[in-house]
């Protein structure tokens, strides 16, 4: 449905996107994860035929989007960054003129409204003047201005800034009814959303792609999974030479290290982590640690987070070789909004 | 066809709406209905004292008082227009910038074309609404002449009038589009207009045909053809141009302003 190709974006000398490369089935919610400045708004606003890209080709519904805006216009809608509203207008006036100009017949006109306001919880504030609305039901209008024409495929960026938690999970249960019926693809630096909302994550960094997979294989490719943590008591040379060493020959262990922490003395907390693919055995892990003398005050299993995947591919220089080719993901010169 | 027709029909309603529900517009209309109304007065009674002051002194010259009138009071309303235009056209593209739903209508199946002829319809309605009162009263005064004065005259000279005001406002939405700032916007277009009202003064002071050539291009001398029901068609064209002109103009410049923002 949005296949994305190699896609640039140069302003003036500075990148703010390079080679940017990603599909989204039909149907699919895909989340578009980075930081601050990473290219998020530029890649959205290529996608929605506002910026024309320096490089590269994007399609929306088999069309080019700048070579055939006008054609990828009527497939598209777009909440941008800060919702694009007449604040003179009502709700539904407002949403009467957006369904006029993306194209909808008079006839269907009034029915597309009464849905869009439905599905976005505005029918009662319909005669409200947009000018009036508080921030959440402003940034409802601009969601509801992007899907009133029923597009096939809808664009997203940052649909839940500057919402209170409750509107938060509002606006996500909306985003995920949409799917099926229409594509989405929606931009965030907020981790939590893209692991409830989105089917799959593309994670961007200072312009660039560096990883594209479903929030679970995003996890489990990156840090191979499972694996446990441990609180034991000992001398921490002890520890490093014999305790480590042991676990490492364990069959199945990927990692295990000693986390800086601050415990009080002689308690030290440890990490170790599983072989992709493989799921290591509790038993074995306690009976060397027993084994090995050591004091054991806790042991937990830990499952990583999409937190730890996101710290990790942005703050990394060099990412893991699982993903993506090290050439690709040197960092670049400049950022941009 | 139809399509167009429809967005283009789209952008003027909301684009007029927002004038009748922005209390700028009303204190614009005001002050413009205020000014208009103490013009007229003077103009008036300043005309008939004249010619009463003729009769007394017995001179033998009759003088056409309603078509001086016409011609005073519509040379008097094309300078407050001169005022008025560039704060109707300032928020035109200003705005949309400043609220960024340039982006929304940027990002709908509505060429950019369309978005300025709307536009500009919109706000060359509004001032067609201000300039309806005038109207009213100039009838009532005028069907007290006798002979009858021709209404073709007048609604001729009116029609000047919106023309005018088509060409400023034409221009005036092409500076709007270039900055988010409503007051750069007013002031350019002011600075603008002024120079288009008063280049034949220089056409005159250069000579030569670059300076009748210059002289063509003044608003104010095609202006006050039309306002003395001279139907020239070079004046026709003049602000034809300009309204054209001012259209191209913001069409390419919301094209150049997504090519380059950065």
Redesign the interface.
């Given at each position: 449905m949005i296949e994305v190709e190699h896609l640039s974006k140069v302003?003036?000398s500075?990148p703010a996107i390079e080679d940017v490369t990603f599909a989204v089935e039909p149907g699919e919610i895909l989340g578009l994860l980075g930081p601050n400045g990473a290219g998020k708004t530029t890649t959205m606003?290529i996608l929605?035929?506002?910026?024309?890209a320096s490089a590269g080709t994007a399609k929306i519904a088999g069309f080019e989007v700048h070579e055939q805006s006008?054609a990828v216009?009527?497939h598209?809608g777009?909440l941008?960054?800060?919702?694009?509203?007449?604040?003179?207008?009502t709700v539904e006036?407002f949403l009467h003129?957006?369904a006029?100009?993306?194209?909808v017949s008079a006839g269907d006109r009034p029915r597309q409204v009464q849905m869009a306001m439905q599905r976005c919880n505005l029918t009662e504030k319909s005669h409200t003047l947009i000018r009036k609305l508080s921030k959440g039901y402003r940034q409802r209008v601009g969601i509801a201005?992007a899907i009133v024409h029923d597009p096939p495929a809808i664009i997203l960026d940052e649909p839940t800034v500057g919402l209170d938690p409750r509107q938060i999970a509002e606006v996500r249960s909306l985003i995920k009814s949409l799917a099926g019926d229409h594509t989405v693809i929606l931009s965030t630096h907020i981790l939590p959303e893209v692991s409830m909302t989105c089917d799959r994550i593309a994670i961007i960094n200072k312009g660039r792609v560096v990883a594209t997979n479903t929030p679970d294989n995003l996890m489990a490719q990156l840090t191979g999974g499972s694996g446990y943590e441990l609180e034991v008591e000992g001398d921490v040379a002890d520890i490093q030479s014999r305790l480590i060493v042991f676990l490492q020959g364990l069959p199945g262990v990927k990692l295990a290290e000693i986390v800086p922490t601050d415990l009080p003395n002689h308690h030290h907390r440890l990490r170790v982590i599983a072989e992709q693919g493989t799921d290591l055995v509790g038993r074995d892990i306690a009976a060397t640690v027993v084994g090995a003398g050591v004091g054991l005050y806790e042991m937990r299993r830990s499952q990583a987070t999409l937190e730890d995947v996101f710290l990790q591919l942005t703050t990394e220089e060099k990412p893991l070789d699982t993903l993506t080719d090290p050439d690709d993901v040197e960092p670049s010169a400049g950022e941009?909004a | 066809m139809r399509v167009i027709m429809s967005n283009i029909l789209a952008i003027y309603r909301r684009e007029l709406q927002s004038y009748f529900a922005s209390p700028l517009a009303y204190a614009i209309a005001g002050v413009f209905w205020l000014l208009s109304g103490f013009f007229f007065i003077t103009i008036l009674s300043g005309i008939t004292q004249q010619v009463a002051y003729a009769d007394s002194a017995g001179y033998s010259s009759p003088i056409d008082v309603p078509y001086q009138f016409l011609q005073f009071f519509l040379g008097t309303l094309g300078s407050v227009a001169l005022f008025v235009l560039p704060i109707l056209s300032m928020g035109l593209y200003a705005e949309e910038r400043k609220r960024g739903t340039l982006e929304l209508l940027a990002t709908s199946p509505v060429t950019n074309w369309a978005v300025a002829l709307g536009k500009l319809l919109g706000v060359l309605t509004f001032f067609t609404t201000m300039v309806l009162p005038l109207l009213i009263y100039e009838a009532i005064v005028f069907s007290t002449t006798t002979p009858p004065f021709s209404f073709t005259v007048v609604l001729l000279a009116h029609l000047g009038l919106i023309l005018l005001a088509a060409a400023i406002l034409s221009l005036g939405m092409f500076i709007s589009s270039l900055t988010d700032s409503t007051i750069l916007a007013a002031i350019g277009t002011f600075g603008l207009v002024l120079f288009l009202w008063v280049i034949d003064v220089l056409g005159q002071k250069l000579g030569g045909p670059f300076g009748a050539a210059l002289g063509h291009l003044s608003l104010l001398k095609h202006y006050n053809n039309l306002t003395q029901g001279i139907l020239d068609s070079s004046s026709l064209v003049l602000f034809a141009s300009y309204i054209v002109l001012g259209l191209f103009l913001t069409a390419q410049s919301i094209n150049a302003f997504r090519f380059q923002r950065s």
């Open positions: 302003y003036g500075t606003r929605s035929g506002y910026l024309p006008m216009r009527k598209i777009y941008p960054e800060t919702p694009p509203l007449y604040t003179d207008m006036g003129f957006v006029r100009i993306k194209g201005q941009a | -």
